[in-house]
Structures are given as structure tokens and as C-alpha cells.
């Protein structure tokens, strides 16, 4: 259940979401990055979910897929960048490097796991200068059945636990749909090349002193084959990055 504190953020945050002229939402310039390896069925529909009206840039970051994901994204009207390097984080990095200088930066998967028209609520308390990081927590959300493992509700629950035991800092998930100020990504100086990229970053905001909110956002099972989180491999790789990572930080 959502907090009485992370429902009223959410109600703000819903209120924010027309970008009518005097709405701060309407004033910011957001630009979407959509890091995508092998996406070819899913990174049109995500694409076309976003709400133009309230997104100048849409850049999809090709990680060396080797089906028609890149011709998939330009044909849904995105900006298409390459990074070969694999890699979740080293995607992000590529887009940030590609970026025009918009005020806000939202990450958003592209395996229409997310729900892209969630994107003005997650602006929204960085629209009213209340965050500089929104991170869209899928715990606190609606999640269709299925679409996070229980492997992956256990990881997240015990990276969270961690992050409150070592930071002192309640989160309820790492989730990859997230809104932050440009000027303050630029300053937490990303560097992780793959999964321990989310976690990196709650970690770095809090140690900064950032203003991290949580709102509730829905989640639904992927488009196309499971990548990660619906392999052994992938499930092991990735948490025991997430857990390294967060001890890394923790005694630097
Ligand atoms: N797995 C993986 N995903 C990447 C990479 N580079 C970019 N991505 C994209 O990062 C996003 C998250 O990856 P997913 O494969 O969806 O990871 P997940 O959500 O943990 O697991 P599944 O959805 O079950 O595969 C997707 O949009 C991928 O296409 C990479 O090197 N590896
Ligand atoms: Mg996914």
C-alpha cells in the first residue's frame, strides 16, 4: 500500500499532468532516452505512448541489437543513436552524451514494460521544484500479474533493505522509469555500464543531498522475450550486481 505521504505526491503529480500554458510541466523541456537492445516488437508501441505535447526528444539508444530495432524507432519518429558496447548503463550513458540540452531527462524501458503517458506524473514534483529525482516505483504501483518475477520482488526488496540499513534512506525499488534534472545527472557523474546503473544512481542522489521522491507507477509483462529478469543467468548477474555495487559504495 502506497503511504498517505506517496499518495498525496502521486495525487500532486496527477494534477500536474495537463501541460496547460501556466502548468510549470509545460514551462520544462523533458527529453526521453530509451536505452534498447533486440526491442524490434515493442519499441514502436513504447514510442508511440509517449505524450509529444510534453516531450521534445525522444532518443532511442540501439545497444547492438541485431533485429530492426533502430529502423523500428526511426520509423516511430525517434532520434536513433548507436552504442555498441553492451550494456543497460553504457545505452544511458550514450544518451546522455547525445543529448540537446533539455532541463529534464526521463528514462524509460523499451520493452513496454512501462507506461510512457506516465511520463508528465513523473515530471510532475520536479515540474513543482518539490525533487530533482523521481523514480517510479513499481511496488507502490499496479503491476499486472506476472510482470515482475517474485525473484525480482525478493532482489528489489533486499537491495532496499541494504540501501535503508547503509544510507538511511527508504526506497521501495530500483525501477528503471525515472525523471531527473539534467544539471543534476550531470553532477552525479554516472560511470556503471549495466544493471547496477539504477541503483548507482539512488545511491549517488542521496549521498548528494538530491531530493528523491517516489510515485507510483503501473507495470505490465514485457513485449518479446525476457532478456534478464525471466532467465537464471540474468536474475544471478544482475543481483549480484545490484548488491556490489550498493557495498562498493558503501566503503569506498
Ligand atoms: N538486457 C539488456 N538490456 C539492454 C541492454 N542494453 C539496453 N537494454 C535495454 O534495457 C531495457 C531493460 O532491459 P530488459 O531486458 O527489459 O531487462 P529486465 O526488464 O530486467 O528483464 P526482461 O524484461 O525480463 O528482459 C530494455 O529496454 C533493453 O532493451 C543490454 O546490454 N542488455
Ligand atoms: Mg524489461
Given at each position: 500500500m502506497p503511504s498517505r505521504r506517496g499518495r498525496r505526491r502521486f495525487v500532486d503529480a496527477v494534477e500536474a499532468l495537463a501541460p496547460a500554458p501556466g502548468n510549470p510541466l509545460s514551462l520544462m523541456d523533458i527529453a526521453v532516452i530509451i536505452p534498447a537492445l533486440n526491442e524490434e516488437e515493442a519499441i514502436g508501441q513504447v514510442i508511440a505512448e509517449i505524450p509529444r505535447e510534453s516531450v521534445s526528444d525522444i532518443l532511442v539508444v540501439d545497444?547492438?541489437?541485431?533485429?530492426?530495432t533502430a529502423a523500428a524507432a526511426a520509423a516511430a519518429g525517434a532520434r536513433v543513436v548507436a552504442e555498441p558496447r553492451r550494456g543497460y548503463g553504457s545505452a544511458c550513458l550514450r544518451g546522455i552524451a547525445e543529448l540537446?540540452?533539455?532541463?529534464v531527462v526521463v528514462f524509460v524501458d523499451g520493452?513496454?514494460?512501462?507506461?510512457?503517458?506516465?511520463v508528465p506524473m513523473l515530471v510532475g514534483p520536479i515540474a513543482a521544484d518539490e525533487a530533482d529525482l523521481v523514480i517510479g516505483s513499481r511496488t507502490l504501483g499496479q503491476r499486472e500479474a506476472g510482470s515482475l518475477t517474485p525473484q525480482q520482488l525478493l532482489g528489489n526488496r533486499f537491495a532496499c533493505f541494504l540501501l535503508r540499513l547503509l544510507y538511511r534512506r527508504r526506497f521501495t525499488d530500483l525501477g528503471p522509469f525515472r525523471a531527473i534534472r539534467r544539471p543534476s545527472l550531470a553532477a552525479l557523474k554516472m560511470a556503471d555500464r549495466d544493471f547496477g546503473w539504477t541503483i548507482e544512481m539512488q545511491i549517488k542522489a542521496v549521498k548528494r543531498g538530491l531530493r528523491v521522491v517516489e510515485v507510483p507507477v503501473r507495470y505490465r509483462p514485457r513485449i518479446g522475450?525476457?532478456?534478464?529478469?525471466?532467465t537464471l543467468r540474468g536474475t544471478v548477474l544482475a543481483g549480484y550486481k545490484i548488491i556490489t555495487t550498493i557495498l562498493r559504495h558503501a566503503c569506498p
Open positions: 545497444n547492438g541489437s541485431t533485429d530492426n540537446r540540452e533539455p532541463d520493452d513496454h514494460s512501462d507506461y510512457p503517458e506516465e522475450r525476457s532478456k534478464i529478469s525471466g
